[in-house]
């Protein structure tokens, strides 16, 4: 198979203004027409916006703030965008040629493996030998396109997770969250040019401090040159070793696609008919080792226990949940971290955006180790009325408080032995959240709408707690897998929500920082 570019080829799938699908090569983004990106997966749905972002914040990023609002009321200068991608060209050849994208610039010796491999779905070596693929099945994904082997590729490369000894996880870490500004209108349409979205996540380069480098080499495209491996345990890469932007093309798995080896036939992702499907690959383990990251795309904590390091926001089981929502947001301090938002969603707030809604928008895989147990995706308001977070991080302590008042009741009221209760009950913390949405979201229009902020909160601590109450009712008195134990359940409601709210979440508190010194 020949090469091709990765900037001048149509390979991306796009939604144009008229609904129909096709394909965008990045030097025409500049198109008003195209509206959305269109893969089929929503995982390469996120590498594409973050393909796109990387090539915009590599080669057209403004200076500052001035000059992004120049382009925002403007418009994106095709011409502009095609002499900045120019310089680029060298680096997103995509087939057999060295240099290829995303890919080890020497040849590799290493273990042959499924083209499949590059979605973490599949089912590996292990997997398959034991026959314990009952839900994932092999097979089902043997042969790609070109097109979506790159978008897949880069995908991997983004979110890689654990992978065994010596396979290194992304710059992130595995199956890092990212946050984006969504843009949910402007100027009264809702049907905006997908430039004009990918725009709000473009930073000036001097709030970002990634000014664009004078030579576009390995150190902003590691696959450029020989692979920075890491056989030793200190061969670490840092952001001082290269340049910052390399945070957008990080490169952790040692990786070359057979394109010597190609099929005729349809697409196992996108169903596209091709005569140089591609069907196998060589990998190999110790990549480059990212350390000391942090990247523009991602929220992270620092726990506020000595001696612990900044650590990546990642998916859970039950998704994001209001309460990290908070994070994401603004910098604050919650039970046990210092949160820290995304750089782009700091930026955002500088800009002047006139008759423009914009929201947050979170996506990411839930990782157990090299297993994929879910995609999230989330949208949320974007609040940018700093002086309401300090009130919305009370209500937010208020409802932990509450939620482990809960927790310890239907212990309680399950099990003659509350103590000695063993199991997973991760899904009442996950029905909490879930559930109290909504609750907390009319709290925000509330507040943004005039109510006093004491009486608000005394409202909401109210309710939160009489949720609460119901909630045990719901599950004690109805739970048809226990036998039902009145006596048991009445002790323990009375125990936990016979008192005001405020005194059970005052004694819950203490309990908990009692439970804490001891």
């Known amino acids: 198979m020949n090469s091709f570019s ?100 020497e040849p590799l010796t290493g273990e042959t493996v499924s083209i499949a491999s590059l979605l973490p779905e599949i089912p590996g070596a292990q997997t398959t030998k034991f026959n314990k693929d009952h839900f994932i099945k092999r097979g089902v994904t043997e042969r790609l396109c070109p097109h979506c082997a790159a978008l897949a590729l880069f995908s991997l490369q983004l ?20 946050t984006l500004i969504e843009l949910q209108e402007y100027q009264g349409n809702r049907q905006t040019p997908l430039w004009r979205k990918l725009w709000l996540n473009v930073m000036p380069q001097d709030s970002a401090e990634m000014p664009l ?133 700091k930026t955002v707030g500088a800009h002047s955006l006139k008759d423009t809604r914009i929201g947050l928008w979170g996506f990411g895989y839930d990782f157990d180790n090299m297993k994929a147990r879910c995609w999230y995706e989330h949208h949320f308001p974007l609040l940018l009325t700093e002086n309401l977070i300090p009130s919305l991080r009370k209500a937010a302590n208020t409802a932990s408080r509450n939620l482990s008042l809960l927790r310890s009741a239907l212990k309680e009221a399950w099990f003659a032995d509350a103590k ?46 009489l949720f609460t109450r119901s909630y045990f009712d719901d599950r004690v008195f109805t739970n048809p897998y226990e036998g039902v134990d009145l006596k048991r359940i009445m002790m323990a409601r009375k125990k936990y929500f016979t008192k005001s709210a405020e005194k059970q979440s005052t004694k819950a508190a203490k309990a908990k920082k009692q439970g804490a010194a001891e």
Not at 161 to 175: I, M, N, Q, S, V
Not at 224 to 252: D, I
Not at 427 to 437: G, S
Not at 438 to 459: P, T
């Open 420 to 465: 000695g209760a063993r199991g997973d009950f991760s899904f009442i913390d996950i029905d909490f959240w879930n559930l109290t949405q909504g609750r907390f979201l009319q709290m925000i229009h509330d507040l943004e709408n005039g109510w006093e902020l004491d009486d608000r909160l005394s409202k909401w601590q109210t309710d939160i707690w």
């Open 159 to 178: 979110n890689a997770p654990a992978g065994g000894k010596g396979y290194r996880t992304g710059l992130r870490g595995g199956g890092p969250m990212t």
């Open 6 to 105: 990765l900037l001048t080829t149509p390979w991306l799938p796009v939604r144009f203004k008229d609904g129909s699908i096709g394909k965008l090569a990045p030097v025409n983004l500049a198109d008003e027409n195209v509206v959305d990106i269109a893969a089929t997966r929503a995982d390469l749905q996120g590498a594409a916006w973050q393909f796109l972002l990387g090539l915009l914040q590599c080669s057209i990023a403004p200076k500052n703030r001035n000059r992004w609002e120049d382009v925002w009321e403007d418009g994106l200068s095709a011409d502009a965008l095609h002499r900045a991608l120019e310089q680029l060209e060298h680096a997103f050849q995509f087939g057999g040629e060295t240099p290829s994208f995303m890919q080890d610039f």
């Open 213 to 345: 480098p004078g030579l576009y080499d390995e150190s902003v495209f590691p696959w450029l040159a020989a692979t920075r491996t890491s056989e030793q345990a200190n061969a670490v890469t840092t952001p001082e070793q290269v340049s910052p932007l390399q945070a957008y093309w990080g490169m952790p798995r040692r990786i070359r696609i057979d394109f010597n080896t190609t099929h005729s036939g349809r697409c196992d992702i996108c169903e596209t008919e091709s005569d140089a499907l591609l069907s196998g690959m060589t990998v190999k383990n110790y990549g480059v080792n990212y350390e000391g990251w942090r990247h523009p795309l991602t929220p992270y904590r620092l726990p506020l226990k000595e001696g612990s390091g900044f650590y990546s926001v990642k998916p859970q089981p039950g998704g994001l949940i209001w309460r990290d929502w908070l994070g994401l947001n603004h910098e604050g301090t919650s039970e046990n971290n210092t949160e820290y938002p995304a750089l782009v969603v």
